[in-house]
C-alpha cells in the first residue's frame, strides 16, 4: 500500500521545443517538476493535506501528480492549462485539471466551474478554490502544462 501525501503544490508553466516532447520537457522543467517521474492520477487531494509552495522534491522522485496538458505545432495558436483544487472545510479536496485551445481566463473559468460541479455532486461544502494556469501563442512548437505534485 502506498503512504498518504502530506504536502502539495500547484504550478502552470509553458514552453517551446523542438518537438512536441521537448517542448513538454521543456513546460515540466519550467514549472519545477521536469526532474520527476510523474505518476499521473485522478482527482482528490487527501484529506490534511498542507500547501507547501517551496516543496522541493529529489530529482527521480515516483511523485503523484495531477495534471492537464496541452501541445501544438501551429503558429500562432493560443493555448492554456489549468489546474484547480477544492478545500473543503472538514475533509479531502477535489482536484480538477483542464487544457484547450483558449485564453487563460477561460481556462480558469472552466476549470473552476468543474470543480463547484464535483462539490455539488458530492453534496459537500466548498470553502476555497486555488487555480494555477498558464497560456501559450505557440511560435513553432509549444506546450502548455498545468499540475498538482503530491508529496510526502
Given amino acids: 500500500m502506498l503512504p498518504t501525501p502530506k504536502k502539495y503544490f500547484l504550478t ?9 516532447l521537448t ?27 498542507e500547501l507547501d509552495n517551496n516543496l522541493d522534491i529529489p530529482p527521480g522522485s515516483l511523485v503523484p501528480t495531477a495534471y492537464g496538458s496541452i501541445i501544438s505545432d501551429i503558429p500562432g495558436e ?25 485564453s487563460k481566463e477561460e481556462a480558469e473559468d472552466t476549470v473552476t466551474a468543474m470543480v463547484r460541479e464535483a ?6 461544502q466548498l470553502k476555497e478554490i486555488k487555480v494555477a494556469v498558464v497560456d501559450h501563442r505557440v511560435e513553432k512548437t509549444g506546450c502548455c502544462l498545468a499540475a498538482i505534485p503530491l508529496w510526502y
Avoid at 79 to 96: C, P, Q, R, T
Fill in 23 to 49: 517542448a513538454f520537457d521543456n513546460a515540466l522543467l519550467n514549472a519545477r517538476i521536469g526532474n520527476l517521474n510523474l505518476i499521473r492520477v485522478s482527482s482528490i487531494l487527501p484529506p490534511d493535506v
Fill in 119 to 124: 462539490f455539488e455532486v458530492r453534496r459537500k
Fill in 78 to 102: 493560443l493555448i492554456a492549462a489549468a489546474v484547480a483544487v477544492g478545500i473543503s472545510e472538514d475533509s479531502y479536496g477535489v482536484i480538477m485539471e483542464f487544457s484547450g485551445k483558449c
Fill in 12 to 20: 502552470a508553466a509553458a514552453a517551446e521545443g523542438r518537438s512536441r
